[in-house]
């Protein structure tokens, strides 16, 4: 079975990024459940694929995930909200975030993946919060092993 270099996840039917294009025209609809998670969904995707963010850009998704566990979905669109409007100013209020994201090498596995959160590849609405909150929880927990 050939597997994602980066996350582990079977490539096949969908690859990472066609299941990421998939729930990104979901996220973009901005109903739930798939709208309100979009910042949630884009940081584990980065986060599980890293050759597409520099390991210096870590840290926004890095925080983007902490502030969903520790805070829920409120914390998590606070957070996202207040780095769009800093993002405006070239990045200010990131100084207290970056400390904490992960620099070193990226993990190559992790127990959730994209295509768990896919499941048959529609990222269904029953169950799909649950399913991200998993992903993220396997994204922090690989990136702190």
């Not at 926004?60 to 769009?84: C, I, K, Q, S």
Request: net charge neutral; charged share 20%.
């Amino acid at each position: 079975m050939t597997r994602c270099p980066e996350c582990g996840a079977p490539a096949r039917p969908l690859s990472c990024e066609e299941l990421f294009h998939v729930v990104l025209a979901l996220d973009h609809s901005r109903r739930p459940p798939w709208g309100p998670l979009h910042g949630v969904t884009v940081s584990c995707f980065l986060l599980q694929h890293p050759s597409r963010l520099p390991a210096h850009d870590r840290a926004r998704p890095w925080a983007t995930l902490h502030a969903y566990l520790d805070g829920g979905l409120d914390a998590a669109t606070r957070f996202t909200e207040g780095m769009r409007r800093a993002n405006s100013h070239r990045g200010a209020g990131l100084a207290e975030i970056v400390a904490g994201a992960p620099l070193g090498p990226p993990p190559t596995a992790f127990t959730v993946t994209i295509g768990d959160v896919a499941e048959d590849g529609t990222f269904p609405a029953a169950g799909f919060p649950e399913r991200v909150e998993a992903w993220a929880a396997a994204t922090v927990a690989a990136w702190r092993s």
